[in-house]
T-cell receptor, first 112, second 113 residues
Framework: AQTIHQWPVAEIKAVGSPLSLGCTIK??????LYWYWQATGGTLQQLFY??????VESVVQLNLSASRPKDDQFILSTEKLLLSHSGFYLC???????????FGPGTRLTVL | QEKVQQSPESLIVPEGAMSSLNCTFS?????SIWWYQQHPGKGPEALI?????GNKKEGRLTVYLNRASLHVSLHIRDSQPSDSAVYLC?????????????FGTGTSLLVDP
C-alpha cells in the first residue's frame, strides 16, 4: 500500500526566517508529485509539480521553491518567510498527471 | 487560467435528504472534473470523477456534467452526518508538464442528524 508522509505536522516561524517542508511517498515508484497551498478559508492552489527526479515546474509564484532530490521525496522551501506564507501546505501524488491525486495529511504553517 | 466557481458556499440538509452541489468552470477544453471531500485539518480525498457529458453514479453519489453550459453537479442521496465536510470541485487541464488541477472555493455541507 502507498503511504504519503509530510513533515513537520505544524510549524510556527518568524517573518524572514527560512523554511523547509518535506514529503515522502512510499510504495510507488516514479509518481507525479505536487505541492499545494491553502490559506485559512481559501482555495486550494497548486504551487509546483514534478513528473521525475530533478524536474519541477512552478505553477504559482509565491516566493517559494521546490525540489525533487529523490524519486520518493519532494521538498518545499524558502530563504525568507513572509506573513502571507501562513496556511496549510499539502503534498499529493498521482500515477499519471490526469489520474486521481492522493493527498498527504498536510503541514500547518503559522508565520508571525 | 481556468476559473472554477462553486455554489452554494454552505448547505445544511437534514439526515436522509438529498444534497446537491454545483460547480461551473470556464474552459470547455478541460479534461476530467473531480469532486473531493475535505474534513477540517485534513487533506482532500477524491470521491468521483467524470469526463464525458451525462451522468455517472457511484453508490450514493451521482455527478452530472454538461460541457455546453460548463456546469457539473454532485448529488448525495440519503445524506448522513458523516458526509458533513467541505466538497471541492476540481477541473483538470493539460499544461506544459502534464495535467493541472484547478480547485473551486468549496461548498461546506452540514448534515443535521
Amino acid at each position: 500500500a502507498q503511504t504519503i508522509h509530510q513533515w513537520p505536522v505544524a510549524e510556527i516561524k518568524a517573518v524572514g526566517s527560512p523554511l523547509s517542508l518535506g514529503c515522502t511517498i512510499k510504495g510507488k515508484s516514479s509518481p507525479n508529485l505536487y505541492w499545494y497551498w491553502q490559506a485559512t478559508g481559501g482555495t486550494l492552489q497548486q504551487l509546483f509539480y514534478s513528473i521525475t527526479v530533478g524536474q519541477v515546474e512552478s505553477v504559482v509564484q509565491l516566493n517559494l521553491s521546490a525540489s525533487r532530490p529523490k524519486d520518493d521525496q519532494f521538498i518545499l522551501s524558502t530563504e525568507k518567510l513572509l506573513l502571507s506564507h501562513s496556511g496549510f501546505y499539502l503534498c499529493a501524488w498521482s500515477l499519471h498527471s490526469s489520474y486521481e491525486q492522493y493527498f498527504g495529511p498536510g503541514t500547518r504553517l503559522t508565520v508571525l | 487560467q481556468e476559473k472554477v466557481q462553486q455554489s452554494p458556499e454552505s448547505l445544511i440538509v437534514p439526515e436522509g435528504a438529498m444534497s446537491s452541489l454545483n460547480c461551473t468552470f470556464s474552459n470547455s477544453a478541460s479534461q476530467s472534473i473531480w469532486w473531493y471531500q475535505q474534513h477540517p485539518g485534513k487533506g482532500p480525498e477524491a470521491l468521483i470523477s467524470i469526463f464525458s457529458n451525462g451522468n455517472k453514479k457511484e453508490g450514493r453519489l451521482t455527478v452530472y456534467l454538461n460541457r455546453a453550459s460548463l456546469h457539473v453537479s454532485l448529488h448525495i442521496r440519503d445524506s448522513q452526518p458523516s458526509d458533513s465536510a467541505v466538497y471541492l470541485c476540481a477541473v483538470s487541464m493539460r499544461g506544459n508538464m502534464g495535467y493541472k488541477l484547478t480547485f473551486g472555493t468549496g461548498t461546506s455541507l452540514l448534515v443535521d442528524p
